[in-house]
């Protein structure tokens, strides 16, 4: 299916196209994500609800901290553009989240994905007398720095990595690390590979020394969708804590009941032939606490109950606490208490009372765990939806693809080798081998035959004929040479293109989404892009758009 945006949908290009695929074409899904998206029986018992489902519109109880929560939104989002978003809200307005860590330059390209699919389903709600707000949530809270600290741009037919490379001494909350002196060299490389642009003006006031990752994201993604309205949150503070500490106080005072709940969903997940995405361990647990020197992001283990403390241990690093004292730290210090990935989406739904969650494939595996934390912690499960995916095509990929008839598709299924492979046999007419071969095949037929009635003729002239036939095969096996050296450049230049081809739609063997860098389109294309990813996230729900610039 091919989607042209409608002329009067606002700040859309009236030329951007998108080839519209079922989400199989996309490589390394799981099935679960794939019975999800497909609305499969047998994905139905472990979510909320299924596409195309539209329930999610009447938005949960306004909760006792709303007025507390949309004050700490405007203290977060000042500027005028989030003033209609945040006086919606004021009013009872619901809300569609979506959220990502929070990553150099702004992170892969699925992640202005993710808040354009938001933004979408906000819009379609209040359109259905429904208000709602999108916010973005920013995962401040996660310690992994090798998954946030680099970025990937494509440029003269290259892939450029940029790395920050200063690594805090202990996994800590990666949205406090401050960025130092070491970010203005990595910004040089930014404007050479990117150029002169809004985006790149608004990386370079983000990024700068002093700022930590959590305020650089979110200025720079503030910036990017401020026409769209989107609301980013840091939850990763006292006062964030502090209205979602019921949930991080049950997760302490019913681990055990928890933990059980979990290990179970696990279990009827694996008899339906599905993946666990978390492992639920006898000692995991559904919290981290953080030091309170080092700052480090400790991972609370459970130890089982004894006589002597028949509620249990918990263990974080070398020190052990009672449930009572880690409920006195929640109640003091509630910052120091994270969720895990899977109680992380009840604590986010809590806070938000979210009417819906926009997830990539591997969070909406997590909400098929998480269901059973929702409906004990909070007595409902909140609606998820896939996020939007796309592959986005430029004017000179787009070039090649139609001048070697290739879709998205196919290009999703090759290599860089294969590839080649293809556009060569494509290059090399099969007429041309035919008629090589069979001159060949001729050639050596007939002489053959003459060579056998010379030979019985006269020996001497036999001898001369053998001379003869030599020379005319050495200038057959030229004719193959070149033939054979026009095959190779044509092979080395559809390698060029295969390349060329892969390094811009399918990186690495994976989706373009996840691999490149979203701040190379937005540079590329200026800000006005996020409207048409908002445009085509509107159309396009659980499948995969190559998208058209």
Same mark, same amino acid.
Request: one cysteine or more; a negative charge.
């Given at each position: ?5 409608? &002329? ?5 290009? *009236? ?25 499969? &029986? #047998? ?21 006792? /901290?709303? +007025? ?18 945040? #006086? ?43 208000? /709602? ?14 998954? @946030? !600290? ?22 800590? +909350? ?29 990386? #370079? ?26 609301? =980013? ?21 019913? &681990? ?18 599905? /993946? ?26 459970? @130890? ?94 787009? *070039? ?29 007419? +099969?007429?041309?081998?035919?008629? %090589? ?31 003869? &036939?030599?020379? %005319? ?11 054979? !050296? ?43 892009? !996020?409207?048409?990813? =908002? ?15």
């Amino acid at each position: 299916m091919r989607f042209h945006p409608e &002329a009067n949908e606002p700040d859309v290009n *009236e030329t951007l196209t998108a080839d519209c695929y079922p989400i199989t074409v996309a490589p390394g899904l799981s099935r679960l994500f794939l019975d999800y998206c497909t609305g499969a &029986a #047998a994905a139905r018992p472990f979510y909320a609800s299924l596409p195309p489902d539209t329930g999610w519109q009447m938005r949960p109880p306004v909760p006792a /901290h709303w +007025p507390e929560l949309v004050a700490l939104l405007a203290e977060q989002n000042p500027s005028q553009a989030a003033a209609p978003a945040l #006086a919606s809200l004021g009013l009872g307005a619901g809300v569609a989240v979506t959220g990502q860590q929070v990553g150099l330059f702004g992170g892969p390209l699925f992640t202005p994905f993710k808040a354009g699919a938001a933004v979408a389903r906000a819009r379609e709600a209040t359109a259905a007398s429904r208000p /709602h707000a999108a916010i973005f949530w920013l995962a401040t809270e996660d310690h992994d720095f090798a998954e @946030i !600290n680099h970025v990937v741009f494509p440029s003269r037919k290259a892939l450029h990595t940029l790395t920050y490379e200063k690594a805090p001494a202990a996994p800590c +909350p990666v949205g406090g690390i401050v960025l130092d002196d070491t970010i203005n060299p990595l910004l040089d490389q930014a404007w050479e590979l990117l150029g002169s642009s809004d985006a790149m003006e608004a990386l #370079a006031a983000a990024y700068r020394p002093g700022r930590t990752f959590a305020q650089a994201f979110a200025a720079f993604y503030s910036q990017a969708f401020a026409a769209q309205g989107l609301l =980013v949150l840091d939850a990763g503070g006292r006062a964030a804590h502090r209205m979602g500490a019921p949930v991080l106080r049950a997760a302490l005072e019913r &681990a055990d009941e928890l933990h059980a709940a979990l290990f179970e969903r696990n279990r009827e997940l694996a008899a339906a032939g599905y /993946h666990a995405q978390v492992a639920v361990m006898p000692q995991s647990s559904l919290l981290f606490l953080v030091d309170e020197r080092t700052g480090a992001r400790l991972a609370l283990k459970r @130890i089982a109950s004894t006589v002597e403390e028949p509620k249990g241990l918990w263990q974080a690093g070398k020190q052990s606490f009672s449930t009572a004292e880690l409920v006195g730290i929640l109640d003091a210090e509630p910052e120091r208490v994270s969720p895990s990935a899977l109680l992380r989406p009840v604590f986010q739904d809590h806070l938000l009372s979210t009417s819906l969650i926009i997830g990539g494939p591997a969070e909406v595996a997590y909400f098929a765990q998480s269901a059973v934390l929702y409906e004990r912690i909070l007595g409902r499960v909140t609606p998820a939806q896939a996020r939007f995916s796309a592959t986005l095509i430029e004017p000179a990929i787009g *070039e090649l693809l139609k001048k070697h008839d290739l879709t998205l598709e196919q290009v999703l299924k090759e290599s860089p080798s294969s590839m080649a492979q293809l556009l060569a046999g494509r290059a090399m007419p +099969p007429e041309g081998r035919r008629k %090589m071969a069979a001159a060949g095949t001729a050639l050596d037929k007939e002489l053959s035959a003459v060579l056998d009635w010379m030979q019985s003729q006269d020996s001497g002239m036999g001898r001369s004929a053998e001379t003869a &036939a030599s020379k %005319m095969r050495s200038q057959m096996g030229r004719l193959r040479r070149l033939a054979a !050296n026009l095959e190779l450049q044509r092979a080395a230049s559809m390698g060029s293109a295969a390349e060329a081809i892969c390094k811009a739609l399918h990186p690495g063997g994976t989706l373009q989404e996840r691999f490149h860098g979203a701040a190379y389109y937005l540079a590329s294309y200026g800000f006005e892009l !996020n409207e048409e990813i =908002v445009a085509l996230a509107a159309h396009t729900r659980h499948g995969h758009a190559a998208m058209w610039l």
